[in-house]
């Protein structure tokens, strides 16, 4: 049973340029969220997606987008990268079950630097 | 902003003793969930409290919610060197979905 999966694992940007991400969640899930953690934090809620559509935005800019796509994987891009953008993007999924109020299956993670 | 915060934030223990780390949140919830992160990867579920639930166990595992003083604790008894990680708590509220976590508490567990 394929566990979630994200691509790339690491990866160096420098300031201004635009990255994307992508997460492939557990089989059988349909809701897929993303999380940023900054060293020594804890994660921060970026968005979540159901049915291809973001059901959940945090508190992040508009410089943060993503899309979900029929067979449920999910992207995240970020525009006009800045210092601080640098960090380890986490896509967790989910069963989308009335609520989804369980638990979140995590990925390993895409680390990035922006320099 | 955070929702949890987590104490202590960083807790070193031998094999064979007991660690306790605490968490205390703001807002209602619906539910806390606990994670596990080992050397910045990814985030493994340990254990999910409901709001009308008081305590739960899951192997080594104890888990306590009082939510009149909108705090959990996390024990983990017996502890071995593999329990070296960071641990979360992560609240959810009446919404739909979004996990709010705590800055973690970093355990070292020396053989």
């Known amino acids: 049973d394929a566990g979630v999966t994200q691509s790339p694992t690491h990866l160096i940007k420098t300031r201004g340029q635009q990255v994307t991400l992508r997460c492939s969640p557990k089989?059988?899930?349909?809701?897929v969220s993303w999380y940023q953690q900054a060293l020594g934090q804890g994660p921060q809620f970026i968005f979540q997606?159901?049915?291809?559509?973001?059901?959940q935005r945090g508190n992040f800019p508009d410089r943060f987008s993503g899309h979900q796509f029929p067979n449920y994987s999910s992207e995240l891009n970020v525009n006009a990268l800045l210092l601080g953008d640098s960090a380890l993007y986490l896509c967790?999924?989910?069963?989308?079950?009335?609520?989804?109020?369980?638990?979140?299956?995590f990925g390993e993670g895409s680390r990035l630097t922006v320099l | 902003s955070q929702q949890g915060e987590e104490d202590p934030q960083a807790l070193s223990i031998q094999e064979g003793e007991n660690a306790t780390m605490n968490c205390s949140y703001k807002t209602s919830i619906n539910n806390l969930q606990w994670y596990r992160q080992n050397s910045g990867r990814g985030l493994v579920h340990l254990i999910l409290i409901r709001s009308n639930e008081r305590e739960k166990h899951s192997g080594r595992l104890r888990v306590t919610l009082d939510t009149s003083k909108k705090s959990s604790s996390l024990l983990i008894t017996a502890s071995r060197a593999a329990d070296t990680a960071s641990y979360f708590c992560a609240t959810r509220d009446d919404s739909w979905g979004k996990l709010q976590f705590g800055a973690g508490t970093q355990v070292v567990v020396t053989p």
């Open positions: 967790a999924s989910s069963l989308w079950t009335g609520g989804n109020t369980g638990e979140l299956f």
């Open positions: 089989s059988g899930h349909d809701t």
């Open positions: 997606y159901y049915e291809e559509e973001e059901r």
